[in-house]
């Protein structure tokens, strides 16, 4: 285990790893910034990548690539079918989760897609940790409904639990008896809960969530997108498991789950997907939809380069020297952030830290997405693109009404090995003076509205003419400097 000590500096995260290959970045002047986040609707989804200059926005295909991922492309076996790119990626699954059955999808929501379809039925209810955005639209989209079944601490915006993304055990059971076992096709199990903060659950709790799960005959699933800083946490925060090693813990979770599929494009660090099972008559259920949908059995939708890269990936996912960066500058940002008492999701999770715009703009109502005006205000302050995690996330009810989310959350996610400490520490400073300004801050309302995941295209504007006045208020305290 990686396990340098500073002379002077506590704590500070060290790369274990040199750059290669850089990219130059663009920081536009505070009022050009201005001008971008109102043209994309005060919506960090709709912003240029050339006017932003830390993107922050998410860990999904953009987390940096080894060398030896690299490598690994120019060897990619292109054929339509029977490519052996896509034996040694599933050789690798093999290896690393011992599941015989592996079907190949584009993404993680396409795997979201064909679980849906098979096991979802107008009336089912799902059971799990917590739902993301594009879980819950597919199992509603087939007439079945989510259902959270989190501890406590899990929304407590500050807390020591180290397992936040833990099922409530005695709540799963009280569902199930109320709902009626034949109503829930699966439980599902996200690793390193996205939308509560990266937050992991414990290898204990997922034991636990299978014995239930035998008990009444239901199968579990995992979504395993997240799965590597949920190993990190295991491995670090869990005792029983300190002397265990990653590719251990990978593989006692894998023996707990029927089904597990995940998104490449954060394990593995490249770009896909896929389903993997060790039960045969699952498999066969599944495996019509993956021509239907994605593409051949022997690569869904995905190319063959970025199968190689996945396979690599997924090897160097058990080595803990890789996946510790970046929970640890996640811990470095949140420490230096509840330094300046700025209000931020803890125990510090993966993916990203998360600010909560509840505090942080506790004056602006959640009607007017508090989350949304405060990741356009970062834009403005920094040209830092992060994510709204709040209502305006959700969708509305059925009779239109909007559904107020239980966190508000400005995600600024640190895509695997991208950033430098120094961007970090800026990123630190740029809302240190912003949470002064604080005060400055409104909120925003939809100019357009679509009906199904909003977030990603939805266009809003300001409620006054805060933005402005924000991007003078800098310009008075910053001069000329950007
Ligand atoms: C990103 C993500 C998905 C969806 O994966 P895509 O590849 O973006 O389609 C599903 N579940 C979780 C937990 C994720 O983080």
């Known amino acids: 285990m990686s396990n340098v000590k500073f002379f002077q500096e506590d704590n500070l995260p060290l790369e274990m790893h040199k750059v290669r ?67 040694r990626l599933e050789a690798k699954i093999q290896e690393i989760f011992g599941t015989k059955f592996f079907l190949p999808a584009h993404q993680g929501r396409a795997c979201e897609n064909i679980i849906s379809q098979v096991f979802v039925k107008p ?18 989209l087939n007439g ?15 807390s020591d639990h180290p397992f936040k993304g833990n ?35 414990s290898l204990e709790n997922l034991r636990e969530v299978r014995k239930v799960c035998d008990e009444y005959g239901i199968m579990l699933v995992l979504d395993a997108s997240l799965l590597q800083d949920n190993l990190y946490f295991i491995k670090t925060r869990e005792e029983s498991c300190r002397d265990k090693s990653i590719r251990e813990i990978t593989r006692e979770i894998a023996d707990l789950c029927d089904i597990i599929y995940f998104s490449a494009r954060k394990l593995g660090c490249a770009r ?31 190319s063959v380069r970025e199968m190689e890269a996945i396979a690599v990936g997924l090897e160097e996912t058990m080595d803990l020297e890789v996946i510790d960066q970046g929970p640890k500058f996640i811990a470095h940002m949140v420490r230096e952030l509840e330094k300046r008492g700025i209000p931020v999701v803890t125990p510090p999770g993966g993916l990203g830290c998360h600010v909560d715009a509840k505090q942080f703009v506790d004056h602006v109502p959640q009607e007017q997405y508090p989350a ?99 991007a003078e208020k800098f310009r008075q305290n910053f001069g000329d400097s950007l």
């Open 144 to 158: 079945g409904r989510v259902e959270e079944i989190y501890i406590d601490e899990a929304l407590e915006v500050t």
């Open 123 to 140: 009336g089912s209810v799902v059971p799990m940790n917590y739902h993301f955005t594009t879980t819950k639209s597919h199992i509603t």
């Open 21 to 87: 290959i850089v990219q130059k970045l663009n920081l536009l002047p505070v009022e050009e910034r201005l001008k971008a986040i109102q043209e994309a609707g005060s919506n960090t989804f709709l912003l240029r990548n050339r006017d932003v200059f830390l993107d922050m926005l998410t860990d999904s295909g953009v987390n940096a690539m080894s060398d030896r991922q690299m490598a690994a492309m120019m060897i990619a076996d292109d054929s339509y079918a029977g490519s052996e790119t896509f034996y």
């Open 272 to 302: 896909g997907g896929g389903i993997c099972t060790d039960n045969a008559e699952l498999a066969d259920k599944m495996r019509e939809f993956v021509p239907l949908y994605e593409g051949f059995l022997t690569y869904g939708g995905m």
């Open 167 to 201: 099922v409530d055990i005695d709540k799963l059971v009280a569902l199930i008896k109320d709902v009626g076992v034949e109503n829930v096709p699966f439980v599902r199990m996200e690793a390193g809960t996205n939308l509560i903060g990266g937050q992991p659950f």
């Open 372 to 470: 949304g005006a405060l990741a356009a205000a970062i834009y403005i302050a920094g040209g830092i693109r992060g994510m709204e995690r709040g209502t305006l996330s959700e969708q509305r009810d059925e009779h239109g009404n909007e559904t107020l989310s239980n966190m508000e959350l400005v995600r600024l996610a640190l895509p695997r090995r991208v950033f430098t400490l120094s961007q970090v520490q800026y990123t630190v400073d740029r809302l240190a003076w912003l949470y002064e300004n604080r005060r400055l801050i409104e909120g925003l309302t939809f100019v357009e509205e679509p009906k199904v995941l909003r977030f990603f295209f939805g266009r809003l504007k300001p409620v006054s003419d805060w933005q402005l006045k924000l």
